[in-house]
């Protein structure tokens, strides 16, 4: 059975639902420059909007990593509008969205963002959403490649 993962920025925390129903909430630390939805490569922000679970990395220096499809279409049709990504690079990104695949983290919108361990009690990542490793490692058991995950300011 599916699970659903909701972020929300403003409370710094991450609820962990199956068939809407809470199963746990989990403390969360975001990146370095929090406000605001992610737009480009280095800016410190969590993206926000409707995403899914793309990869699982359990050799990852932050103890698990949970990679999501970031960028999503919307975000990609904001970077062609703004300039910051190609037509060749939306239309990439579009269709490995549209297949449920990872779209490409090597534009200057930026890649890698996902959920991962190595502590909470700050913003300190540089885009990413960061848990207690204890709390990645039970993430990690109960989330699978698809789940959804909705990022809230």
Partial sequence: MSKEIIIYKDRRELELLEEGRILNTYRVGLGFSPVGAKLREGDGKVPEGEYYVCTKNEQSKFTLFLGLSYPNIEDAKKGLEQGLISEQDYARIEAAIREHRRPDWETALGGKIGIH?????????????????????????????????????
Avoid at 119 to 138: K, M, P, V
């Fill in 117 to 153: 361990g190595k502590g909470s009690s700050f913003d300190w990542t540089a885009g990413c959403i960061a848990l207690e490793d204890e709390d990645i490692r039970d993430l990690w058991t109960q989330v699978e490649l698809g789940d959804k995950v909705t990022i809230y300011k």
